[in-house]
C-alpha cells in the first residue's frame, strides 16, 4: 500500500519510463525525482529538469553528480513556466514529473504559481509522445496551493478525451489537508 504521494508517483514512474526516453522533471527540489529518472532512462535517454530555487538545481547537481548520471540530465534554474524558450518545440517528451507548492526545508513563501504551472502544463501535454504521461502532485494545505490546483483541474477537466486520458488519485480518508496526484495520458497524436 503507497501512504505517500511521492513514492506512488515512483512507482508509476518506474513502470512508464523506459531506457532512452526524454523526459522532464519541471520542479527538481531536492532531486529525488530527477535521480529516478534519470536511473530509468539509461544512458541513451535524458533527462531535463529545473527549478526556479538555484539551491534546489545545485542540490539537484551534486547527487547526480555522486550517482553518475550527470552526463544524462540538462539542469536549468528557472521557472517551469519558461520550458517553452529553452526546449525546442518538436520534442516529444515520454514522461513529466511536477512536485508543486514549495521545496521542503525551504523559504515556504517561494511555492509554484497557477499562472506557471498552468503554462508549463499545457506546453508539455502538447508534445507528449504517444503514450506519455504527466505526473503533477498537488499540495492544497499552503497558501496559495488551493488557487492552484482548482485552476489545474478546471484546466484538465477541458483536455480533450480522444486525445487524453486524465484521472485524479487522492486520500479521502487522511487527516489534514493530503495532496492528490493529477496524472495526463497522451491517447493518440492526432
Known amino acids: 500500500m503507497f501512504t505517500k504521494a511521492t513514492t506512488l508517483v515512483h512507482h508509476w514512474m518506474e513502470a512508464h519510463v523506459e531506457p532512452g526516453h526524454y523526459v522532464v522533471d519541471a520542479t527538481a527540489g531536492n532531486g529525488h525525482d530527477t535521480m529516478l529518472l534519470a536511473r530509468c532512462v539509461g544512458p541513451d535517454g535524458h533527462v ?3 527549478d526556479i530555487q538555484p539551491e534546489a538545481v545545485e542540490h539537484t547537481r551534486a547527487r547526480l553528480q555522486d550517482a553518475g548520471l550527470l552526463d544524462r540530465c540538462t539542469l536549468f534554474a528557472m521557472s ?4 517553452a ?3 525546442s ?3 516529444l517528451i515520454d514522461c ?3 512536485n508543486l507548492g514549495y521545496l521542503p526545508g525551504s ?3 517561494v511555492i509554484t504559481r497557477p499562472e506557471s504551472t498552468l503554462q508549463a502544463h499545457r506546453w508539455i501535454v ?3 509522445s504517444p503514450g506519455g504521461v504527466l505526473f503533477s502532485t498537488v499540495y492544497t494545505g499552503h497558501e496559495g ?3 492552484e490546483a482548482d485552476a489545474l483541474l478546471e484546466w484538465s477537466m477541458g483536455l480533450d478525451g480522444r486525445r487524453y486520458s486524465v484521472a485524479r488519485h487522492e486520500w479521502i480518508n487522511q487527516e489534514g489537508k493530503p495532496p492528490f496526484i493529477l496524472i495526463i495520458k497522451q491517447r493518440s497524436r492526432g
Open 80 to 83: 517551469h513556466g519558461a520550458l
Open 107 to 109: 523559504d515556504k513563501t
Open 126 to 128: 502538447e508534445r507528449l
Open 89 to 91: 518545440d518538436d520534442i
Open 48 to 50: 531535463v529538469a529545473m
Open 85 to 87: 524558450g529553452v526546449l
Open 96 to 98: 513529466a514529473v511536477f
Open 145 to 147: 496551493g488551493q488557487e
